[in-house]
C-alpha cells in the first residue's frame, strides 16, 4: 500500500498556487532522501533512528517498513519532494507486512518521476 498524503499536500499547494512548503524534520527520513537524492529502504522503521515515532502515537498507525524515493526534476536532477510508502502488505495476506524489494523500489520511482512530469507540466501551465 502507497501512501500519498503529503503528495497530495505539494500537489495541492501546486494547484492553488500556494508557496507553502510541507515541513520536513530535519534528520529524518524525507530529509536523508532529500540531502542525498539516494532512496531510502528500512525494513523495521521502529528501530531506525531516523523514523519519528510522533507520527505513529499521534495517528494510531504502526509503521513497520519505509520505502521513500526522490522526485527529481527531469530538467535539472534536482531533488523537488519524497514519494514515501509504508508497510508493504504480502500478497494474499493483508495482515503480513513484508520487506520492500528492488522492484518496488522501481515501481516507486516510475511513480515519482511520473509526479515529477505532472509538477512541472502544472507549473508551466
Known sequence: MIYLDEFEIV???ILNMSERAV???VGGIKHAVL???EAVRINNAQIDHRFNKEWDRFTGFQTRSILA????????GDVIGVIVAKNKLARGDQSCVVPFTDGDETVLNTIASH???FIKHVEDS
Open 11 to 13: 500537489v495541492n499547494n
Open 23 to 25: 515541513p520536513v524534520r
Open 35 to 37: 540531502q542525498s537524492g
Open 69 to 76: 524515493v526522490p522526485v527529481r526534476q527531469k530538467d535539472t
Open 115 to 117: 509526479a515529477a512530469a
